[in-house]
C-alpha cells in the first residue's frame, strides 16, 4: 500500500500532550489505501490513549493533501473508505485540528472539513475540484460545506473547481484562521489551538449534523447550465446541495452516494479523467534532458501576438525585449499592452505596483542589436515564408551562440525558415494560440533539424510560462490547426445549411462557438486576403506549368493530329489555348437525344444523353440525388477548349482545371460564341475525379458530341494530358487517389463562401457583420442579408435547403478530424494520440468532457467510424483502417506501440 501516517506527541505551553498526525506520501500526500489505513489506525490509537488530550493533523510542510489517488479509480480501492475516514475524525471526542500548509484539494479538503477547526498558512489553498473530473466531491464534500458557508457559496465554489488562497478561504470560511509564519510556526499554533480546545464539547465544531441553511437554486441551475454547458457534473453537484438543504445529514449522503456513482460510471468522467492525465503526459518527452528555461526572451513584432506573448513571459518572471522597427507599431504594441493591465487594476485582479513592475520588465526596442543578449527569441510577424526567412537571417546576425531562434509561425515550415540561418539546430517553432496572455496551449514544432537541446529549452520556457505545452511534428498546420481545418462546415453549408444551424450542432456538442462564429471572431478579411493574394501566385504558377503543356499537347506536330489555326496559340489574357474538334449541328430539336452519326460517328448509337451522362457502368458514378451543377465563372480560366468548325454550329466547350489539391476538374459548356471563349454557355455537366454529374435541364440545339468528348467520359482523360496534369506521373497510380478526392469537392466550391462574404465587406465581427451581424456588445443575430449570399451559392449549385439531426451534422463536422488524427499519428507528427486530444482542447477549445477527437472517435468505435469516413467519399487514414479491423481501444498497446514506433521512425535519428 502506498503511503502511511507519521505520528509525533508534542507538550503544549500548558503542560498538555498533542498528537501530531502527519500523512506521508509524496509528492501530494494524495490519499492512498496506505495513508487511509494509518489515519484509521492513528485515531483509534488516539481515541485509546489517556495521556492525548487532542490531535493536530498535517501533511508536512509545503502540503496538506491533494486529493484521492485517482490510479485507484482504474485499480480499485482497498481498505478503508475515506468516508468512514472522515467520520470517524469528526466523531472524535478528542479534537482535531488541521494545519493546512500548501494544497487542500478534493479529498484533501473534504479531510480538513473532517477536523473540528481548520488553521492555515499564508500559502495554504482550498478547493473542491472533482467537477473537472467529471464526478463530484464523494465523501461528504457536497454536505458539510453547505452546513459550513452556505448552499449558494457551496455551489459556486463547488462548480467553479477552481482553488482558493488562504485569505479569501477564510473570509469565505473555508478555513477558521490564518497564521503568519512558515510551516513551523503553523504547526506550533495548531498545537497549541488544540490543546485549549480540549474538554470542548464538540457537537457544534461537527458538520455532519442537521440540514443546511435553506435557499433557492434554481437560478444556480441555470447559471451553470450555461457557464458548464453540456457537463453532468455541475448539476448532480447541485442536486446534493438541494439535499443537504432539504435532509438530514445521512439521508442526504444517500443522494451524494448515488449521484457520485452515476458520474463515476458515465463516459464524461473517464474523458475528463483521461484528460486530466493527458494534459501532464503531453509534457514529457522520452529522449530529452531537462533544461533551464530562459531568463530573457526577445519578441519580434508588436502586434496582437507578439504583444501576448510578452505579457506572458513578464508575468512568469520572463524579462522582455519586444522589437518592432517600425516606431508607430511598437508605439501601439505597448499601448495595447498599458491598456490590458489597466483593465486588470480596474477589476482588482492587480494592484497598480504589481502592473508597474510588469511594464518595468517589457523593454521596447526598434533595433535587432537589443535581442544580443536574449536567450530565446520568438518571432511573432503575420504568415509571410520571405518576410520570417528575412528576420531569421538578422536573427542569425545578432543573437548569441545557443540562443534559441523561435518562430511563431502557424503553419509555415520551420526547416525552410531555419535555412535562413547558419544554425538551422538552433531553430524551432512555439505556436501560441491567440490571444497568446489567454489561450493555454504552445506547440512546440520540432524541425528535421532541430536540436534536442533546443527543444528542451522550449519545453522549459512553455512549462516557465505555465502553458500546456506539446512537442509536435513539422508539417502543414501542425497538430491543432491541421486536424481542425478538415472539419466539414463548409461541405455542410454547400449542402444547404445555414450557418446558425451548423453553430447550433456544434456548440449542443460542447465547443465554446461554432465553426461560423468562430470565423466571424478571427475574422473573414483575413481569410479573404490570403485567397485573393494565393489565387493570383496560382495562376502564375498554372500559367507557367500549361505554357509548357500547351506546347507538348497542341503544339506543332503534337501526337493527337489537332489542327490548330496559328493565331490560337497566342497568349490569352487568362492564359487560355484551345484545342479545335468539329462538332455537327443538332437537328432533333430534343435536347436531350444523342443522334447516330456519320464517317467515324457511326459507332455512336442514338441514346439519352441524360442517361447516357448517368450511366452506372461510369466510373464513380452518382445516384441522380446526389448530383449537382456549378456556378457558371467557378473556373477563373481555362486550358482546354473545343469549339466547333464554323461560327454558325453551336459546340461544346471543355474545360481542364488542375485544382490546388491535386485533382483534375473538367467542366463541358455549351456556346453560341465559339470565337468568343470569354463568353461561356450554360454549363451541361462536369466530370470531376472520376464521376459525371448532371447537365443543365434545358437548351435548345444541343449538339452531338465528337467521338474525342464520347471516350473521355467514358474512360478519362487523355492519357498524355493527364499524366502531365497528375502530381503521380501515370494514369494508373492516381485512380485510387482520384476517387478519394471527391469530398474535397465540396470543400473547394464552399470555400469561395467567406471570400464573397469578404468581398461584400463582412469581415465577421470588427466590421459587426460576417456570417451574423453583431451590436455594440459583439452579440450575434442571424443576418437576412449574409444568408441571401449564402443562398445564392445554393442556387447556382443547385442546392435546395436541407434539415439534418444533430448527430448527422456532427459526423460531418468533426469525423474528419478524427480521421486527420489518425494520419498525423502514422506520419510520426504526433507522439501520442493524447497529445492531439490535448492540442484541440487547450488549443480550439473542444470539449473536455469527450476527452478531444481522438478519444471520442475510440468512444464511438473505430469501424463506426471507419465506416462514415468511407461513406462521406474520404480518404481514411491506414491506422484507422487497422485500428478498426483489430478493434483497437485507445489505450491498446499495439496501438500506442505503432503510434510511437512511427514518432521514433520519424525523429530518433535526430536525437
Known amino acids: 500500500m502506498k503511503g502511511q501516517v507519521l505520528c509525533e506527541k ?111 498558512s499564508s500559502r495554504a489553498q482550498a478547493g473542491l475540484p472533482e467537477v473537472n473530473l467529471g464526478i463530484l466531491p464523494g465523501a461528504g464534500g457536497t454536505q458539510r460545506l453547505p452546513r459550513l458557508i452556505g ?260 503553419g509555415l515550415n520551420i526547416d525552410s525558415i531555419a535555412e535562413a540561418t547558419k544554425r538551422p539546430q538552433d531553430v524551432v517553432g512555439c505556436h501560441f494560440f491567440s490571444p497568446a496572455n489567454v489561450m493555454p496551449l504552445l506547440e512546440n514544432v520540432r524541425g528535421p533539424r532541430t536540436a534536442p ?78 485567397r485573393e493574394r494565393k489565387g493570383e501566385q496560382d495562376d502564375q504558377n498554372e500559367y507557367e506549368r500549361f505554357q509548357k503543356l500547351l506546347a507538348e499537347e497542341v503544339g506543332p506536330g503534337n501526337p493527337h493530329g489537332w489542327e490548330i489555326k496559328s493565331d490560337w496559340a497566342k497568349d490569352y489574357s487568362k492564359q487560355q489555348f484551345k484545342m479545335r474538334v468539329s462538332l455537327r449541328s443538332h437537328e432533333s430539336g430534343n435536347p436531350n437525344k444523342l443522334l447516330r452519326g456519320d464517317g467515324k460517328y457511326k459507332g455512336v448509337v442514338p441514346e439519352d444523353f441524360l442517361g447516357f451522362l448517368l450511366k452506372p457502368e461510369l466510373p464513380g458514378m452518382k445516384e441522380w440525388k446526389d448530383v449537382e451543377t456549378l456556378p457558371d465563372g467557378f473556373i477563373k480560366y481555362c486550358r482546354v477548349k473545343a469549339p466547333c468548325m464554323t461560327p454558325r454550329d453551336h459546340c461544346w466547350k471543355y474545360t481542364i482545371d488542375r485544382r490546388a489539391d491535386g485533382s483534375i476538374f473538367v467542366c463541358i459548356r455549351t456556346t453560341t460564341h465559339p470565337e468568343c471563349p470569354e463568353k461561356p454557355g450554360i454549363i451541361r455537366a462536369y466530370y470531376y475525379n472520376s464521376c459525371v454529374f448532371k447537365m443543365s435541364e434545358t437548351e435548345e440545339g444541343v449538339m452531338e458530341m465528337t467521338e474525342f468528348i464520347f471516350q473521355d467520359l467514358k474512360g478519362g482523360l487523355p492519357v498524355s494530358l493527364m499524366n502531365a496534369a497528375l502530381p503521380k506521373g501515370t494514369l494508373e497510380a492516381n485512380k485510387a487517389e482520384m476517387k478519394t478526392l471527391l469530398a474535397k469537392k465540396k470543400g473547394c466550391i464552399a470555400r469561395r463562401d467567406p471570400l464573397q462574404l469578404y468581398k461584400a465587406s463582412r469581415f465577421g465581427q470588427k466590421s459587426g457583420k460576417g456570417y451574423y451581424s453583431y451590436d455594440a456588445s459583439r452579440r450575434h443575430s442571424r443576418d437576412p442579408e449574409a444568408e441571401a449570399l449564402i443562398q445564392q451559392v445554393w442556387k447556382n449549385l443547385g ?59 475510440f468512444s464511438l468505435g473505430l469501424d463506426q467510424v471507419l465506416a462514415k469516413v468511407e461513406k462521406m467519399g474520404l480518404k481514411p487514414s491506414e491506422l484507422l483502417k487497422e485500428g478498426a479491423q483489430k478493434k483497437w481501444r485507445i489505450n491498446s498497446k499495439e496501438f500506442n506501440a505503432g503510434v510511437a514506433s512511427a514518432w521514433n521512425s520519424r525523429w530518433t535519428s535526430k536525437l
Open 10 to 120: 508534542r507538550t503544549a505551553s500548558d503542560g498538555s500532550c498533542v498528537a501530531v498526525l502527519t500523512m506521508d506520501n509524496k509528492p501530494v500526500n494524495a490519499l492512498s489505501a496506505g495513508v487511509r489505513v494509518g489515519l484509521e489506525k492513528q485515531l483509534q490509537e488516539l481515541t485509546a490513549d489517556s495521556s492525548v488530550k487532542a490531535a493536530v493533523l498535517s501533511g508536512g510542510p509545503g502540503v496538506f493533501c491533494g486529493g484521492a489517488d485517482i490510479s485507484e479509480f482504474a485499480t480499485g480501492v482497498e481498505g478503508p473508505s475515506l468516508t468512514d475516514i472522515i467520520a470517524a475524525i469528526e466523531n472524535s471526542e478528542k479534537p482535531v485540528v488541521a494545519a493546512i500548509d500548501g494544497v487542500s484539494l478534493g479529498g484533501g479538503y473534504e479531510v480538513a472539513l473532517g477536523c473540528h477547526w481548520r488553521l492555515a
Open 151 to 410: 448552499a449558494e457559496k457551496s455551489v459556486d465554489f463547488i462548480c467553479r473547481g477552481t482553488p482558493m488562497k488562504a485569505q479569501k478561504a477564510v473570509q469565505l470560511g473555508l478555513y477558521d484562521q490564518l497564521v503568519d509564519g512558515d510551516y513551523s510556526s503553523l504547526l506550533q499554533a495548531a498545537v497549541e489551538f488544540a490543546a485549549k480546545a480540549a474538554g470542548q464539547d464538540l457537537t457544534l465544531r461537527r458538520l455532519g449534523r442537521g440540514k443546511a441553511k435553506a435557499a433557492e437554486l434554481s437560478q444556480k441551475r441555470q447559471e451553470y447550465a450555461k457557464s458548464r454547458k453540456g457537463e453532468l457534473a455541475p448539476q448532480a453537484i447541485i442536486s446534493c446541495v438541494e439535499a443537504a438543504v432539504a435532509q438530514d445529514f445521512q439521508d442526504a449522503m444517500k443522494v451524494e452516494f448515488s449521484e457520485f456513482c452515476k458520474l463515476m460510471v458515465g463516459p464524461q468522467a473517464q474523458a475528463l479523467q483521461y484528460m486530466f492525465f493527458a494534459q501532464r503526459q503531453c509534457q514529457k518527452v522520452p529522449g530529452l534532458d531537462k533544461a533551464a528555461a530562459p531568463g530573457t526572451c526577445g519578441i519580434v513584432g508588436a502586434g496582437l501576438m507578439g504583444s501576448g506573448i510578452a505579457m506572458c513571459c513578464a508575468e512568469n518572471g520572463i524579462k522582455v525585449v519586444l522589437l518592432d522597427i517600425d516606431q508607430k507599431n511598437l508605439d501601439r504594441g505597448m499601448t495595447a499592452i498599458k491598456k490590458n493591465y489597466a483593465r486588470s487594476v480596474e477589476r482588482k485582479s492587480k494592484s497598480q505596483a504589481q502592473v508597474d513592475g510588469l511594464l518595468a520588465s517589457i523593454t521596447p526596442s526598434t533595433s535587432y542589436d537589443s535581442l544580443g543578449h536574449c536567450d530565446i527569441v520568438v518571432e511573432a510577424v503575420f504568415e509571410n515564408m520571405d518576410l520570417k526567412r528575412k528576420i531569421f537571417a538578422e536573427l542569425d546576425r545578432v543573437c548569441k551562440p545557443g540562443c534559441v531562434l523561435a518562430s511563431n509561425t502557424s
Open 453 to 530: 537541446q533546443v527543444m528542451a529549452k522550449a519545453m522549459a520556457f512553455g512549462a516557465k510560462l505555465k502553458k500546456v505545452t506539446c512537442l509536435v511534428g513539422n508539417c502543414p498546420g501542425f497538430i491543432a490547426n491541421r486536424v481542425m481545418n478538415v472539419s466539414g462546415w463548409t461541405h455542410l453549408i454547400q449542402g444547404g445549411l445555414l450557418p446558425h444551424q451548423i453553430d447550433a450542432a456544434a456548440e449542443a456538442f460542447g465547443m465554446r462557438m461554432g465553426p461560423t462564429r468562430m470565423m466571424d471572431l478571427v475574422g473573414l478579411d483575413l481569410f479573404g486576403r490570403e
Open 799 to 857: 442546392v435546395q435547403p436541407r434539415e439534418m439531426s444533430q448527430e448527422e451534422i456532427i459526423d460531418v463536422l468533426y469525423l474528419p478530424v478524427v480521421n486527420e488524427g489518425f494520419k498525423c499519428l502514422e506520419e510520426g507528427m504526433a507522439l501520442r494520440a493524447s497529445d492531439i486530444d490535448v492540442c484541440c482542447v487547450f488549443g480550439y477549445n473542444w470539449p473536455r468532457y469527450t476527452g478531444g477527437p481522438m478519444k471520442w472517435g
